[in-house]
């Protein structure tokens, strides 16, 4: 049954990538555009997958961490319990701002962030301070960027160190960032979940525990990426 489960994960893993590859050779103009995001995913050796796992009534959001060896994906480690959107998966190119809603899709893995000056990654790292903002005003020019306090007139944002531990170690999922639609959604990260079964805003977390794991594992010369597929 293990091995069958895995299999599935590939299965949905090669079809995510097949699909991907496809709608990046597509150009399509900005008012009919079905994602957000158009530039070239590299071949990854390294994908997170969040999708539903099912039991007898219900579905809950697992991660899967999977690897290329040699050329056959394998799962790292053990399934990890996440959260998503308090409204759960969006369909394809219609995730908007404040909709509560997680995108679904395949995105790039380029920048981990958190409290610390530093962090076990070999990933790209920032470091967020207290006037580090996330903008998500459609209506700014920053819209969907991190920025500083001092650099934008943004009308709403959000604070890259937060109150709060969900900030405390993260990963920017590459969602909406190029270009850039307004509306379409901002701050799409993988970070540390409020509680076990606590919803997030529209972003996928996990424990403090597994998020540490998968920064040490994410190598940014394996081109990582996220698939989000709830089925």
């Not at 604070?159 to 270009?179: F, L, S, W």
Request: with cysteine; net charge neutral; aromatic share 10%.
């Amino acid at each position: 049954m293990k091995n069958l489960k895995a299999l599935r994960l590939i299965l949905i893993l090669l079809t995510s990538l097949s699909l991907a590859a496809c709608a990046i050779h597509q150009r399509t103009p900005v008012s009919m555009m079905p994602k957000p995001d158009e530039k070239e995913i590299e071949k990854p050796d390294q994908a997170l997958l969040v999708a539903n796992e099912r039991f007898l009534f219900w579905t809950s959001p697992a991660l899967y961490a999977l690897e290329k060896r040699e050329g056959i994906w394998r799962q790292v480690f053990d399934p990890m319990k996440a959260v998503i959107g308090k409204n759960g998966f969006a369909p394809p190119g219609e995730k908007r701002e404040g909709d509560g809603r997680t995108p679904t899709g395949t995105f790039r893995l380029n920048l981990a962030f958190g409290y610390a000056s530093q962090a076990g990654t070999r990933m790209p790292y920032r470091q967020a301070n207290s006037d580090d903002l996330w903008v998500d005003d459609p209506k700014s020019p920053d819209y969907n960027r991190w920025v500083k306090q001092s650099e934008t007139q943004a009308a709403s944002y959000e604070k890259m160190k937060r109150d709060d531990d969900q900030y405390k170690y993260g990963v920017v999922i590459e969602y909406n960032t190029g270009p850039v639609i307004p509306g379409y959604g901002s701050a799409i990260f993988l970070h540390v979940w409020k509680a076990p079964g606590s919803p997030t805003a529209g972003c996928v977390a996990v424990s403090e525990e597994d998020i540490v794991k998968i920064l040490g594992w994410l190598d940014p010369a394996a081109h990582p990426v996220i698939f989000i597929n709830p089925d």
